[in-house]
């Protein structure tokens, strides 16, 4: 994990201004930084900000070689298939740097086989001095994050995240728009002689489910015609171990559920079979004996992590709130709410420990048909059309909760559920057998691992529930906790007012207008783009917040709360 940001085009400014848009995302890499200006390319600028995972020697950027000096490239990412690719192409590599892999492909195979041949996660800006060309790519899911901002002149910048370009915003005068990098796809730029650029190609790579363009982990002729459990479990295992590539120590998010379950105790088992020489590390958080951190406990016992408990106050969340989502870049209301234990526990991990990647089971709601309101799909191909939609939208919702709150303290998130391969196969089983069976989410995935004793059963089929229950008392929820907070700054008068302040994503309650307050006060006027709607369950009549807790067929024991 690090951060990327590259301008191109934007003269007139001093340095300084340059330098402290660079240095708002150095929490995504503090060990080291470099600023690069006006490398061949008039009023250009490259910075990298590094948290070394692989090759900490020679993994600075940006990156150069000897063989290719008119290459530059900035990437955040992680390239599991870069070994097989220089077997592959006849690679000869000049440092153990995974994200090298791409120099290569760039400058042997073309600009159309860059992005889609990577089995990783990634954000990349290649330059090109000598074709004067700009290459930008993301990974198909978005899991690594990036922003580019583009103005009708060709004045073009790029940055993991948007709070390191917003004040640039101001140094432009032509119309401009700021908005996240789609995923799933690569741009080309020339460069003019002035430095500005000129859009050539937008290129839409690849879409959820599509089968990948490389040579996969698992060869699909050794996967059976007739087991899908077994093809489950062999594909989602391999994705967990592929994904051990580190030099850093590894741990793992735990809430107890079944997704970071699954993945814990798949992380565990590799990390025996591969030596680690560390025992990893588990997290749970909740407030006091909450349901989450009950079940986590049992897992971590199972499984034999060194696990580490972390209890949070609603001093707690009242502290961190603003801060928070200053991070995130968002005032979506679900993605608020989910965010908080994370970034809580993200915090623990980087003051209390030597971990630094962290596996986590974000994806598995979107691709398993997770939430409870799959139970309401009208028939198996709506179901099946609704995870490809919340797939390809993860990136605005679960995947920035994930990214954000863990590069807020420089931690590197892991997700072997979005992994392409396992992905590609999971959809492509019929769509009937992927939805919730006997009133159970998740139900083939589940099914797929019982009686395997990866897991104790009661883990493996654990209902779902809402992630204020999860993490609080029956007493209290978090939601509770939330609205307590925000009631002392908003008031009706208001809120009444909210649809006049702001037409898109109207604020219905003081929870999202207070949500939205924050976010205009560093995000000013880029509510559309960064939030195109608010997440909200399907299907579901009469329902207008997001918690799952107001679906009627929600099974966690909510009495004496307020639903």
């Not at 490398?39 to 070394?52: E, M, P, Q, S």
């Not at 623990?348 to 709601?365: L, M, P, Q, R, W």
Request: glycine share 6%.
């Amino acid at each position: 994990m690090c951060g990327i940001w590259a301008l191109f085009g934007l003269d007139g400014q001093s340095l300084p201004c340059i330098c402290k848009n660079f240095e708002k995302i150095t929490h995504r890499g503090p060990e080291a930084f470099k600023l690069e200006s006006d490398i061949v390319v008039k009023n250009g600028f490259l910075g990298f900000h590094r948290l070394a995972i692989v090759d900490n020697l020679h993994g600075m950027q940006p990156m150069r070689l000897y063989k290719y000096p008119h290459l530059f490239l900035l990437c955040n990412g992680e390239i599991y298939n870069h070994k097989k690719l220089s077997e592959e192409y006849g690679y000869k590599c000049s440092t153990q740097c995974d994200v090298e892999v791409i120099i290569h492909l760039y400058q042997n195979n073309g600009v159309e086989n860059v992005a889609k041949m990577l089995d990783g996660v990634f954000a990349f800006c290649v330059m090109d001095i000598e074709k004067r060309r700009i290459l930008i790519g993301r990974d198909p899911y978005g899991i690594r994050p990036l922003f580019r901002l583009y103005s009708d002149d060709g004045q073009l910048a790029v940055c993991s995240e948007s709070k390191g370009l917003m004040e640039i915003t101001k140094q432009i005068t032509s119309k401009w728009v700021l908005e996240p990098f789609p995923p799933g796809h690569y741009e080309e730029y020339e460069i003019l002689n002035d430095g500005r650029t000129k859009l050539l190609t937008r290129v839409n790579y690849h879409k959820p489910g599509d089968k990948p363009n490389f040579q996969v982990y698992i060869p699909y002729n050794d996967l059976s015609t007739t087991d899908i459990h077994g093809n489950i479990r062999t594909l989602l295992s391999a994705a967990v171990k592929k994904r051990l590539m580190a030099d850093r120590r590894i741990g793992c998010l735990l809430s107890g559920g079944l997704d970071s379950s699954l993945i814990a105790a798949l992380l565990v088992k590799h990390a025996k079979e591969e030596n680690l020489p560390y025992k990893i590390q588990s997290f749970a958080i909740g407030m006091g004996d909450s349901p989450d951190i009950i079940a986590a406990r049992q897992v971590a016992n199972h499984i034999g992590t060194e696990h580490h408990e972390i209890t949070f106050s609603q001093e707690d969340v009242k502290s961190i709130l603003d801060k928070l989502i200053y991070q995130l870049e968002t005032f979506d209301i679900t993605t608020v709410r989910a965010s908080i234990g994370m970034y809580i526990i993200s915090k623990y991990i980087k003051e209390n420990t030597k971990t630094t990647v962290i596996f986590s089971g974000e994806g598995a709601d979107e691709l398993a048909q997770g939430y409870i309101y799959f139970r309401d799909a009208p028939n198996p191909l709506e179901s099946h059309n609704e995870s490809l939609r919340l797939l390809k939208d993860i990136y605005l919702y679960d995947g920035l909760r994930a990214d954000r709150t863990t590069s807020a303290f420089s931690l590197e998130l892991r997700v072997p559920f979005l992994d392409l391969q396992f992905t590609n196969y999971y959809l492509s089983l019929d769509a009937a057998s992927r939805q919730p069976q006997g009133g159970i989410e998740k139900h083939l995935l589940r099914s797929a691992f019982n009686d395997t004793n990866l897991l104790p059963s009661n883990i493996l089929w654990r209902h779902k529930e809402a992630f204020s229950d999860g993490v609080t008392s029956v007493k209290k929820s978090l939601f509770q906790i939330i609205h307590e907070i925000v009631d002392e700054s908003i008031s009706d008068e208001e809120l009444e007012k909210a649809q006049i302040k702001y037409t898109h994503c109207t604020a219905k309650t003081k929870e999202a207008l207070y949500y939205r307050n924050i976010f205009e006060k560093y995000y000013g006027g880029q509510g559309e783009c960064f939030v195109p709607y608010f997440w909200m369950p399907r299907w579901v009549k009469g329902v207008r917040d997001p918690s799952a807790r107001f679906i009627a067929h929600y099974a966690a024991d909510v009495k004496n709360d307020e639903s």
